[in-house]
């Protein structure tokens, strides 16, 4: 069922009376938003799903003394779709273990060109 837009001149002179009308109306079923509207905020805009709009008028009229029934038709707002939400599946973590390198062995020695094997006695060659 679509929402419909129920309109409603009801006379209300003060604040007070603007609140009681707008509590009336927000204790009915089905109803999705009240506010009030028009020049004089003599109007009471009803928006939901399975109003009854003939009995809320009624129920205006009792409360506050009077009310008229200006205009019921479908709620022309369309509500925006949302995107589903994007999953993203969650790896569990892996850890690499990389080879350590070699060890690097400097010889000083073997850097110069001097280079004897071990166990010679000879130390200049």
């Not at 837009?5 to 007070?16: A, D, L, N, Q, T």
């Not at 400097?106 to 110069?112: G, R, S, V």
Request: glycine share 10%.
């Amino acid at each position: 069922m679509a929402k419909q837009k129920i309109v409603i001149k009801v006379p209300m002179g003060s604040e007070r009376c603007r609140s009681k009308a707008m509590a009336l109306v927000a204790a009915t079923g089905g109803v999705d938003s009240v506010a009030i509207a028009g020049d004089g905020k003599d109007r009471v805009v009803v928006v939901g799903e399975g109003v009854d709009s003939v009995g809320l008028t009624t129920a205006l009229r009792k409360k506050m003394g009077g009310a008229e029934l200006v205009e019921v038709g479908e709620d022309k707002k369309k509500e925006e779709k949302k995107p589903d939400p994007v999953v993203v599946a969650e790896l569990p973590w892996q850890y690499y273990y990389y080879p350590q390198p070699p060890a690097v062995v400097y010889d000083q020695q073997a850097a110069a060109g001097y280079y004897s094997p071990p166990g010679s006695t000879c130390s200049i060659m």
